[in-house]
């Protein structure tokens, strides 16, 4: 799992650099105080491109330490995380994911399973609907007591399940964990990644344990910088407005935003 998280990084780092792989115009955004710098780039014109309304407007969100010359990081913790949310409330929708894998198990067959657990508005950020059942709602799964829910990709679901729509409301057992099938992606939807076809989704709360004295950590831990952060301007908000609404000051009197494109 890890190998595979680096070279997710590394791909990232890569779509930033490589001008053929997207479109990406950079700007500086101050954090807070300023001690972090992020970063929006446009992810489009990916080698399979974005299955998503409007592609132009999906954002990837990286960070650079001030003085630290080793290049951006693109994993930000969860409070981290909110921290953006709040500030980027008025020029676009951020929303999160990270990746695991796992053994799910319905009675004694059991298949491995690659999901991305995601921010409740992933799917509404993105503004994708599900074949059958429903997705995720703005906030849900993000708190160390919600319930474990799964949402299957297609091709996992077909595979596995023989394409069967009786399995929303089935129950499942994920890493032995009790969790309930509440959602089919559309056949088209395979992620925000080219090249990686998702067997499924789950909320973020999948990410923490069912041991109290340990399951709030993803939710309160800033050192825990596991989450990969994408962004939905709104329309009519360029790359510059983002970066005003992130520094939570305005723009110079008599002096115009510069329009990207």
Do not use: C
């Amino acid at each position: 799992m890890f190998s595979l998280i680096h070279d997710i990084r590394y791909a990232l780092r890569q779509l930033v650099k490589d001008r053929a792989a997207a479109m990406a115009v950079i700007v500086t955004i101050a954090l807070g105080i300023g001690v972090n710098t992020a970063v929006f780039s446009i992810v489009n014109g990916l080698h399979r491109p974005l299955p998503a309304p409007q592609p132009e407007q999906i954002v990837v969100l990286a960070a650079q330490t001030k003085g630290d010359e080793t290049g951006f990081r693109f994993t930000f913790s969860y409070p981290a995380f909110e921290d953006f949310r709040r500030q980027a409330a008025d020029s676009g929708d951020l929303f999160a994911v990270t990746y695991s894998f796992a053994g799910l198990s319905t009675g004694e067959k059991s298949s491995r399973f690659f999901y991305g657990a995601v921010t409740g508005n992933f799917f509404s950020a993105l503004g994708v609907r599900p074949l059958a059942g429903r997705f995720f709602e703005p906030g849900e799964g993000e708190t160390a007591a919600a319930e474990l829910t799964v949402i299957l990709g297609h091709s996992f679901w077909v595979k596995r399940f023989g394409g069967d729509p009786s399995v929303i409301g089935q129950q499942v057992r994920v890493d032995g964990r009790s969790a309930t099938i509440i959602g089919i992606a559309s056949k088209g939807f395979h992620g925000v990644y080219a090249g990686a076809d998702m067997d499924g989704y789950m909320p973020l709360r999948s990410q923490v344990s069912d041991d109290a004295s340990q399951s709030s950590r993803l939710f309160t831990n800033r050192e825990r910088r596991n989450l990969t952060v994408f962004g939905r301007l709104r329309p009519g908000v360029t790359i510059s407005q983002a970066q005003i609404s992130l520094n939570g000051s305005r723009p110079p009197v008599g002096k115009s935003i510069p329009r990207n494109g």
